[in-house]
Nanobody, 123 residues
Framework: QVQLVESGGGLVQAGGSLRLSCAAS????????IGWFRQAPGKEREFVAA????????YDANSVKGRFTISRDNAKDTVFLQMNSLKAEDTATYYC????????????????WGQGTRVTVSS
């Protein structure tokens, strides 16, 4: 079993930055691929970024490419999502998820999910 807890969300002006954290406990974190997803009110959940268990490979959605960076610190069982140049359309609840499969944009592959952290970008 894996428990995931997101933090770092909040209110920020357009053009600003936030750093989200996803802290894990339970199963060996360093063997899990991690993904970030988001869901805006009235919209479907969408993929944001994913990182391999080693951290050597990442995959970003086109909508955030060049603005968001996913990284991990296996010594601290934590994954980060650095979000720069935020836009109003980035407003959503952000979730991290874990899988023992290959890192992927498919939410169906993820077995464990956090409770989410809210990000609001004012324009």
């Amino acid at each position: 079993q894996v428990q995931l807890v997101e933090s770092g969300g909040g209110l920020v002006q357009a053009g600003g930055s936030l750093r989200l954290s996803c802290a894990a406990s339970g199963r060996t974190f360093s063997r899990l691929a991690i993904g970030w997803f988001r869901q805006a009110p009235g919209k479907e959940r969408e993929f944001v970024a994913a990182i391999s268990w080693s951290g050597s490979s990442t995959y970003d959605a086109n909508s955030v490419k060049g603005r968001f960076t996913i990284s991990r610190d296996n010594a601290k069982d934590t994954v980060f999502l650095q979000m720069n140049s935020l836009k109003a359309e980035d407003t959503a609840t952000y979730y991290c998820a874990a899988t023992n499969l290959y890192y992927t944009k498919s939410s169906d592959a993820y077995n464990y999910w956090g409770q989410g952290t809210r990000v609001t970008v004012s324009s």
